[in-house]
């Protein structure tokens, strides 16, 4: 493994520490998944383009330094280097910087990183057992191969904008960006499986994922459900396709929604509202005869539950032990009890806007306090102590890169990824 920072503030080590990761990704995808393995301590390296870096960095709204939320929000715990990719010495410098990385991330559209020179043959050559990860929208192969996509391009022709929104009306994009996050989530998984098969066969390795297949995967037994009847299941709003009551209920001061996967819990919730009796009524006794009968069960449940506050149904349902939650909206759910309870939300001290809060790594060790976190980089920042501490570049060697513009260093124009409180406040 490679001689990374030491990336914890626990006794012990952090899991990746010693891992590095060079990081040639941009946008969302690929951001997401470094950032995974810099919380759990790889020593990420993000290769930028000198002048305006990744393209996030330019997405507002800004802080008042002009902090980019989107970048801040997904870039913690790596270091920037902007190097010109374009020219020869630029290029050396990342096949140099890959030699001494464990692991390769990019999601150039395949064909760009062999026209670059940085295919995984050339990889190969500096790094026998390097461990490369190809991020596109649809894979290396297909005929869609060489084509542009997006979260949106892969929701839609994975299905999952099809079985998303209320019965009746149009396909809806999911909330979340799914296809991107999906697509960082099985990359930062592929690369700890790689770094394990790496320990008894050091061959090297390249994993090619495709946003699409990363939705297409997620769809589980929806896609079999489809395989099963020939059917394309059909948009259920928040309800569920076999399972009810399951889905979001009007109170009579707002909504509420319930979840009783199991009959355990259909029991209690009977109890819960004075109607016991339609635990024991025929049409109702099991999973499958609800869901045949939810045209009839349906109306009964929410006609009593509109008798109700949120707050009396709260009470009710908590004391038998259902499962249930108010609808919050994001500002709610991060204010929410249990989220403050588990110390979700961070601290951050940047060093140009000041101390903010994020959202901090999620996966946690029993036992152990969570790790430190490393700030959003200005674009290039790390560039003089990466290339001396990973490569041993003296600083007129490194001086000289930059006076050849294929290196670029902080102060040599206006810092990419922020914007002035003037440019803030007219956008």
């Not at 692991?103 to 050559?125: A, S």
């Not at 395989?227 to 009810?244: F, I, K, Q």
């Not at 024991?280 to 005869?289: E, I, K, V």
Request: net charge negative; proline share 7%; aromatic share 4%.
């Amino acid at each position: 493994m490679s001689d990374g920072e030491p990336h914890s503030e626990r006794g012990g080590s952090a899991p990746l520490e010693g891992v590095r990761v060079l990081d040639l990704t941009r946008v969302l995808a690929g951001p997401f998944g470094t950032m995974i393995l810099g919380d759990l301590g790889a020593d990420v390296l993000k290769v930028e383009e000198p002048g305006h870096g990744d393209g996030v960095r330019d997405i507002g709204p800004f802080y008042a330094d002009g902090t980019s939320h989107y970048f801040l929000a997904i870039n913690r715990n790596k270091r920037s280097i902007a190097i010109d990719l374009k020219t020869d010495a630029g290029r050396d410098l990342v096949l140099d910087l890959a030699a001494h990385s464990d692991v390769v991330i990019e999601n150039f559209r395949p064909g760009v990183m062999e026209r670059l020179g940085l295919g995984f043959d050339r990889l190969v050559e500096r790094r026998p057992d390097v461990i490369l990860c190809s991020i596109s929208g649809f894979g290396s192969t297909g005929p869609m191969s060489g084509k542009p996509s997006f979260d949106l391009v892969s929701q839609a022709l994975s299905g999952v904008m099809s079985i998303t929104g209320e019965p009746g009306s149009p396909p809806t994009k999911m909330g979340l960006p799914m296809g991107d996050l999906a697509g960082g989530l099985w990359g930062s998984i592929a690369v700890l499986a790689a770094l394990q098969r790496r320990h008894h066969d050091p061959t090297p390795q390249h994993i090619d994922l495709s946003l699409l297949e990363g939705l297409v995967g997620l769809l589980g037994y929806l896609g079999q459900l489809s395989m099963l009847t020939g059917e394309s299941p059909r948009r259920m709003g928040s309800d569920h396709h076999s399972v009810v009551p399951y889905g979001r209920f009007e109170v009579a001061d707002g909504h509420l929604v319930i979840a009783l996967h199991v009959g355990s819990f259909w029991r209690g919730f009977c109890r819960a509202i004075g109607r016991e009796d339609l635990a024991d009524d025929p049409r109702f006794r099991s999973t499958r005869l609800r869901n045949t009968n939810r045209e009839a069960l349906l109306p009964i449940v929410q006609a009593i539950l509109r008798t109700k506050t949120r707050a009396e149904w709260q009470k009710l349902l908590g004391d038998a032990d259902v499962p249930h939650a108010p609808l919050l909206d994001v500002t709610e759910a991060l204010a929410h009890e249990q989220i403050q309870a588990r110390g979700v939300l961070r601290p951050l001290r940047h060093p140009s806007a000041g101390t903010v809060e994020v959202v901090g790594p999620v996966v946690r060790f029993a036992g152990e306090s969570p790790p430190r976190l490393r700030p959003s980089p200005q674009l290039g920042e790390h560039g003089r102590e990466l290339l001396s501490e990973v490569l041993g570049m003296a600083d007129e060697a490194i001086d000289a890169l930059a006076a050849a513009k294929v290196l670029s260093l902080p102060g040599e124009h206006e810092r990419a990824g922020t914007r002035s409180a003037d440019e803030n406040r007219g956008r």
